[in-house]
């Protein structure tokens, strides 16, 4: 194995690691995910994005 295997082996495990960590991200689909309302992002303000990252980490908490 030389050096360039090794370091493509160095990569693709480092990918992996970074990847298995990442944080879920919302599909957007025009509607607030938390209350339903027609929404350009993913939530239609600050409050309804707050409210579903706080039952996200409880449902986390719970092991869920």
Known sequence: MDELDRAAEYEEKHREAALS??????????YCLNC???SPGAYCDSGCREDAERFERSRK???L
């Open 21 to 30: 960590h990442r944080e879920y991200v919302p599909e957007h689909d025009g």
């Open 61 to 63: 908490r719970a092991g």
């Open 36 to 38: 339903g309302a027609e």
